[in-house]
């Protein structure tokens, strides 16, 4: 079983890493860019039969610090 889990900073959550790029893309010239938020993208190949409770565990207490950031599971 193959997935993708999409981690992102929640709300309210200051980017520095986001206006980094934001301010780079400016820099390029590309001035039409007015919010930039970066995030992680994971790519899991498990076994099947792999249960969501232990997918949502992998997650919850390695892949997002839900302090922070909301994240996804996507089943490819």
Do not use: A, N, Q
């Given at each position: 079983m193959k997935?993708?889990?999409i981690v992102t900073l929640k709300n309210g959550v200051?980017?520095?890493q986001g206006k980094a790029i934001q301010h780079a893309l400016g820099g390029l010239g590309?001035?039409?860019v007015e919010d930039v938020r970066a995030g992680k993208i994971f790519e899991l190949v498990l076994a099947d039969g792999?249960?969501?409770e232990a997918i949502d565990e992998m997650c919850?207490?390695?892949l997002a610090n839900t302090?922070?950031?909301n994240y996804r599971v996507e089943k490819l």
């Open positions: 997935l993708r889990i200051l980017d520095p590309f001035d039409g792999t249960s969501d919850r207490k390695l302090v922070i950031e």
